[in-house]
Every structure is written in C-alpha cells, then in structure tokens.
C-alpha cells in the first residue's frame, strides 16, 4: 500500500474536508480529491452516509470522521505525529479538537449563510461544485443550496436574532485565545502541529479564514491567526522534527475556559437529551439562551470517545486535566454525570464504519428532498 494515493471525496470549501487535507499535506499522504454528490446513491450505500471528508482506500475500505480517520493514520503512517506524547497534553489536544469539531461549527456556518455577501459567493461556489450534475438551472440549484444551508444549519441550530451575537462573540473568543497561544509558539502546543490545530483548521482554514465576513474580522483581530492558517497549509516545507511541550501552558487558559463555558455544556446537555429519547433540546451557554437545537447521536459518540480517553490516563495524568479543567459541569468527562452511550460504532470499526451525519435526524426541506430524490435516482 506503499505509493496508494487517498481518494479522497470532499469540497473545496468544507470545514472538515479542509481539516483533513491539511493534515494529509503534512503527513506527506497522497491524496486526489473528488466531489461525492453526483455519486450520492452508491457512496451513501458503501460509506453509510453522503458527507465529507470520506477516504476510499485502494483496497476498497472506506474511512468516515475526520477525527477517527486522523487516530487510524497515526498508526498507519507515523511519520510526523500529530498526537503529543504527553499524556496530559495529549488529552488537551483532543479536548481543543473537539471543541473546534462540534462548537465552531455552529458560528462558521452562521457567518457563512446569514451575511448575504457571503451567501451569495458561497452559494454560487457550492452550486457549481456538488450540483452541477442535477438537471436544473444554476440560478434554481443556488436558491436550493442557500435555502437548504441556512434552515438545516443555521434557522434550525438555534441561530436567530437572540442567539446571534452570543454565536459570534464564539468566534472572537476563539481569535483571542488562539492569538494568545500563538504569540508564545508557532502551533498551538508546540513547534509542530498536534490534532489541536488540525480541529481548529476546520473552522478557521475554509470558513473564517476564507469567507468574506469572518476573514476581514481575523486579518483585523487576529493576524497571528491569519498568519497560523498559512503555516499550517505550508506545514509540510518543515523540516525540525516534532517538538510538543511537555505540560500544557498558562496561555491555553482562555481557551479552555471557553471550551469548557460553551461545548462542554453543550455536550451535556446534548447527551442528556439523547438519553430522555429527545429530537431537541435547550441549553443556556454564558448567559445565552439557546431554545431548541437539534440531539446529535454522534455528538454524544464524541462525549463517550473522550470520556474513554480521561479513563485511560494514569491516576496522575487524571489529576493533572482536572485541576486545568476547575470550571463548573467539566466533570462530564470524567464521571456519569451524564450518559453517554450513544449506539453509534458499537463494533468499534471506526473509521472503517458506516458514518453518521451529525444532524442525522434531521428531515431536509422539501427542496433538497426533492433533489435528493433526483440525485438518487440516477
Ligand atoms: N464528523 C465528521 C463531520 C463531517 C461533516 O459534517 N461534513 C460536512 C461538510 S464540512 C458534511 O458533509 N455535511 C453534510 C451535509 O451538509 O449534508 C468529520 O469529522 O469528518
């Protein structure tokens, strides 16, 4: 499997897929990208569910979530760990992965399709990428795309006039803490990049970092942001090996304050709703009241994952997270406060599984159904 290059099924401007591709670069794997939607029948059937980033191997395995996908690789391909060998660190890094996965997702999408600048120029990209095989003016498949995005992540993930600014003080918050990171260091937690900034490459690389609303608020706010988001792209020129610190620093502080005010109450209040059998739930985040945001069965897959990883760690280790986590509601990662047994990977096949969508419950808008039915049928 020496010289296998990845096809890998994505979009120019995904969160994930970009996550990923950066990661590929770095590791020196080779990789041809393809757009998955005009194959949308048999790549549901083979991977579990149309989404991306999906790898294809040449042996006919297919890989899903970028997360287990980046896990698998450090195995199969060590060359430049991305994971620190510090148990401590190494815990933090995956905490800031996630957070990057699941919380900043809420916010990219927002500034993507409410700012009508950038929902036009998206609509427009997307519109040519992933539909330009349905039998449909592009002027029709745009209003789809724009409307479908809009309801199925932003109308529908509790973004409204109330909840908005809390939404985007999300962001700034992730600049400033980021910035005070990397005023000390190149990446996040060390000289090299760890899964740490691969997570916030999601967000900050094809969303914040492109789209035209949040882009001008990082050049402007957070240049060393900016500046991150190139050398991680470039990543792959280094030539020093790896360096990870050895404990976590004392400027991860605001970001772990904010990780744990924002996606770890959204985790718990995820999980506990799954558990009650419910389709949504309500959550109040820094004082934000979010009314009705749709369960996530994988987001509570996500709790279990880290919950399993804190357990792993040796009583010294455990004692270490905990006093960088002293914030009301952290406990959920080292105790059943909440359950978290979500059904998703019960074989433990991941990433060679079937996949999940986040919001797989979620019943698309007419439109997109309509489309999908086209899509599928061919
Ligand atoms: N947990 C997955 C999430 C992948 C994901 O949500 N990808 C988005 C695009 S960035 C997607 O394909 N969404 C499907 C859709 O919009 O229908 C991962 O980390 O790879």
Same mark, same amino acid.
């Given at each position: 499997?020496?010289?296998?290059?990845?096809?890998?099924?994505?979009?120019?401007?995904?969160? +994930?897929?970009?996550?990923?591709?950066?990661?590929?670069?770095?590791?020196?794997?080779?990789?041809?990208?393809?757009?998955?939607?005009?194959? *949308?029948?048999?790549?549901?059937?083979?991977?579990?569910?149309?989404?991306?980033?999906?790898?294809?191997?040449?042996?006919?395995?297919?890989?899903?979530?970028?997360?287990?996908?980046?896990?698998?690789?450090?195995?199969?391909?060590?060359?430049?760990?991305?994971?620190?060998?510090?148990?401590?660190?190494?815990?933090?890094?995956?905490?800031?992965?996630?957070?990057?996965?699941?919380?900043?997702?809420?916010?990219?999408?927002?500034?993507?399709?409410?700012?009508?600048?950038?929902?036009?120029?998206?609509?427009?990209?997307?519109?040519?990428?992933?539909?330009?095989?349905?039998?449909?003016? @592009?002027?029709?498949? @745009?209003?789809?795309?724009?409307?479908?995005?809009?309801?199925?992540?932003?109308?529908?993930?509790?973004?409204?006039?109330?909840?908005?600014?809390?939404?985007?003080?999300?962001?700034?918050? *992730?600049?400033?803490?980021?910035?005070?990171?990397?005023?000390?260091?190149?990446?996040?937690?060390?000289?090299?990049?760890?899964?740490?900034?691969?997570?916030?490459?999601?967000?900050?690389?094809?969303? +914040?970092?492109?789209?035209?609303?949040?882009?001008?608020?990082?050049?402007?706010?957070?240049?060393?942001? +900016?500046?991150?988001?190139?050398?991680?792209?470039?990543?792959?020129?280094?030539?020093?090996?790896?360096?990870?610190?050895?404990?976590?620093?004392?400027?991860?502080?605001?970001?772990?304050?904010?990780?744990?005010?924002?996606?770890?109450?959204?985790?718990?209040?995820?999980?506990?709703?799954?558990?009650?059998?419910?389709?949504?739930?309500?959550?109040?985040?820094?004082?934000?009241?979010?009314?009705?945001?749709?369960?996530?069965?994988? @987001?509570?897959?996500?709790?279990?994952?880290?919950?399993?990883?804190?357990?792993?760690? *040796?009583?010294?280790?455990?004692?270490?997270?905990?006093?960088?986590?002293?914030?009301?509601?952290?406990?959920?990662?080292?105790?059943?406060?909440?359950?978290?047994?979500?059904?998703?990977?019960?074989?433990?096949?991941?990433?060679?599984?079937?996949?999940?969508?986040?919001?797989?419950?979620? @019943?698309?808008?007419?439109?997109?159904?309509?489309?999908?039915?086209?899509?599928?049928?061919?």
């Amino acid at each position: 499997m020496g010289n296998e290059t990845m096809k890998l099924w994505g979009v120019s401007v995904s969160y +994930f897929t970009g996550k990923i591709e950066a990661y590929l670069r770095y590791k020196r794997i080779p990789y041809a990208m393809e757009h998955p939607f005009a194959d *949308a029948r048999r790549i549901r059937a083979l991977a579990g569910a149309v989404q991306v980033p999906l790898i294809e191997r040449a042996d006919g395995r297919w890989m899903s979530d970028s997360t287990a996908i980046i896990q698998a690789f450090e195995g199969e391909f060590p060359y430049r760990p991305v994971l620190p060998p510090d148990p401590v660190v190494g815990f933090i890094a995956r905490l800031i992965e996630d957070y990057a996965d699941e919380w900043l997702w809420r916010a990219a999408m927002h500034f993507r399709w409410s700012y009508e600048h950038d929902r036009e120029l998206l609509s427009r990209i997307l519109a040519d990428e992933v539909t330009s095989h349905l039998p449909a003016p @592009r002027v029709l498949r @745009r209003t789809m795309m724009k409307r479908r995005q809009r309801q199925s992540f932003v109308v529908r993930d509790g973004v409204d006039e109330s909840t908005s600014p809390h939404v985007e003080s999300g962001y700034l918050a *992730a600049l400033d803490a980021m910035s005070a990171m990397l005023a000390a260091r190149p990446f996040l937690l060390g000289t090299a990049p760890s899964i740490a900034d691969y997570g916030m490459m999601g967000p900050m690389f094809r969303h +914040f970092g492109q789209d035209p609303t949040p882009a001008e608020i990082m050049r402007s706010r957070a240049p060393a942001v +900016f500046e991150w988001v190139a050398r991680m792209w470039n990543a792959g020129s280094l030539n020093e090996s790896p360096a990870f610190l050895d404990r976590v620093p004392e400027d991860a502080e605001p970001l772990l304050r904010e990780l744990a005010e924002t996606h770890l109450v959204q985790l718990r209040e995820n999980a506990l709703a799954f558990a009650r059998g419910e389709a949504t739930f309500a959550m109040t985040v820094q004082g934000a009241r979010y009314r009705r945001l749709p369960v996530s069965q994988f @987001r509570v897959h996500c709790l279990a994952q880290l919950r399993e990883h804190f357990a792993a760690l *040796a009583p010294q280790a455990q004692t270490a997270v905990r006093g960088l986590l002293p914030y009301p509601g952290c406990d959920l990662l080292w105790s059943e406060v909440v359950p978290a047994r979500s059904g998703y990977d019960e074989a433990r096949e991941a990433p060679y599984n079937k996949a999940i969508r986040v919001f797989e419950t979620h @019943r698309e808008p007419i439109m997109a159904r309509l489309l999908g039915a086209v899509t599928r049928r061919r």
